[in-house]
């Protein structure tokens, strides 16, 4: 969506079903049991992917309704506002976990320096 490749409404629209779908699988718990089958890094990887795929489509939303651009502004921030606050909570927890293992040891855990 965000690439502009496709602008045909049919493939737009299956876009966005499948990031619709994808966000709905890390709510729900059977998303538990297919992440199940994957390591860690793997479903995490996952989780990321999903996460980063809303945010361009978000930017991508913007950029064209700060252009004005109106129909396919108005498709798309609809698409992305319907679950923003979800979103958010995501993305400001993968921002609040990719700190913490940014962060060295010490300041992350000042306890185990008093050790």
């Known amino acids: ?7 045909d ?3 737009l629209k299956r876009i966005q079903q499948l990031l619709v779908s994808s966000l709905q699988n890390l709510q729900t718990s059977t998303h538990e049991l297919i992440i199940s089958r994957y ?13 980063q795929a809303w945010a361009e489509v ?3 939303a913007h ?9 396919e502004a108005l ?5 992305v506002e319907a ?15 990719h700190a913490l293992l940014a962060l060295p040891a010490l300041l992350c ?6 050790r």
């Open 1 to 7: 969506i965000s690439s502009g490749v496709s602008r």
């Open 9 to 11: 409404a049919s493939d």
């Open 39 to 51: 390591n860690e890094s793997t479903s995490t990887l996952l989780r990321l992917s999903v996460l």
């Open 58 to 60: 978000y930017v991508k």
């Open 63 to 71: 950029e064209i309704n700060a252009q004005d651009s109106a129909e």
């Open 75 to 79: 498709d798309l921030l609809s698409t």
């Open 83 to 97: 679950h923003e606050t979800y979103l958010s909570e995501l993305w400001m927890s993968a921002i609040r976990d």
């Open 109 to 114: 855990h000042p306890t185990a320096a008093q």
